[in-house]
């Protein structure tokens, strides 16, 4: 089911689309029948679910930070996670640049918009975005790459076209101030109910769970 679910979206998405396998909950062997079908990139919600999946399936896939990040947790994400989408603050930033310091690495991150305004979402608002990214660009460790936003989990798609109208405004704004170590590369809207409608707004990352693995247990 996992191999033919996965042809399905790959067959769906428009080139130049990245499918990111949204696999919170999921086993190893359902992550590696996913890679084998073709996924390139593992999105994964909590750091020791990744720690336990990631010993199993290592390097074959690309490794998304999809959840939110807690400052606690930066030293093992940074060992693990090729790209973290979801930095919504400066003080997190400085963490993630100081544990890249440590591993003498540099961690593309996008930015996490909280795009509704939605005082039980993670995420920056909008009209704060451009303000981060210009104080992350001064980090020697982190590189802004884009932005990133959630949008409703559920009901009609549609529903989820204004959050990433605002996003996608922001990520051309944030684009046209040509700020330095700033390349403004993905912008990563919508998931198994929205990603069509998140692909007509100009996502290029997709995050899918449901569509893929089907229905949690």
Same mark, same amino acid.
Request: hydrophobic share 40%.
């Given at each position: 089911?996992?191999?033919? %679910? ?26 590696? #029948?996913?890679?084998?079908? &073709? ?15 990631? %010993?199993?399936? &290592? ?5 998304? $930070? ?14 693990? $996670?090729?790209?973290? #989408? ?31 305004? #939605? ?8 009209? #704060?975005?451009? =303000? ?60 198994? %109910? ?8 100009? =996502? %290029? ?11 949690? &247990?």
């Amino acid at each position: 089911m996992i191999r033919e %679910n996965v042809r399905k979206i790959l067959d769906s998405i428009p080139e130049g689309v990245r499918l990111v396998a949204a696999a919170k909950t999921r086993t190893a062997r359902e992550v590696l #029948e996913a890679v084998d079908a &073709g996924i390139r990139i593992i999105g994964e919600n909590y750091i020791q679910e990744a720690v336990d999946v990631y %010993n199993e399936v &290592g390097k074959k896939a690309e490794w998304h $930070f999809i959840g939110h990040l807690q400052k606690n947790k930066v030293k093992k994400a940074v060992k693990i $996670f090729d790209i973290i #989408e979801t930095v919504d603050s400066y003080g997190l930033a400085m963490e993630i640049d100081k544990r890249c310091g440590q591993a003498g690495r540099v961690m593309p991150v996008l930015i996490e918009v909280n795009s509704g305004k #939605e005082e039980q979402k993670y995420g920056v608002r909008p009209e #704060e975005v451009i =303000s981060l990214a210009r104080d992350i660009s001064k980090l020697s460790n982190v590189r802004v790459t884009g932005l990133m936003t959630m949008g409703p989990l559920f009901g009609d798609p549609e529903d989820s076209r204004p959050y990433f109208v605002v996003t996608r405004k922001v990520f051309e704004e944030l684009k046209s101030e040509a700020l330095p170590d700033v390349e403004m590369k993905y912008l990563s809207m919508g998931m198994s %109910n929205s990603y069509k409608v998140a692909i007509e707004e100009g =996502s %290029n990352l997709v995050r899918i769970g449901t569509l893929i693995f089907g229905e949690r &247990g």
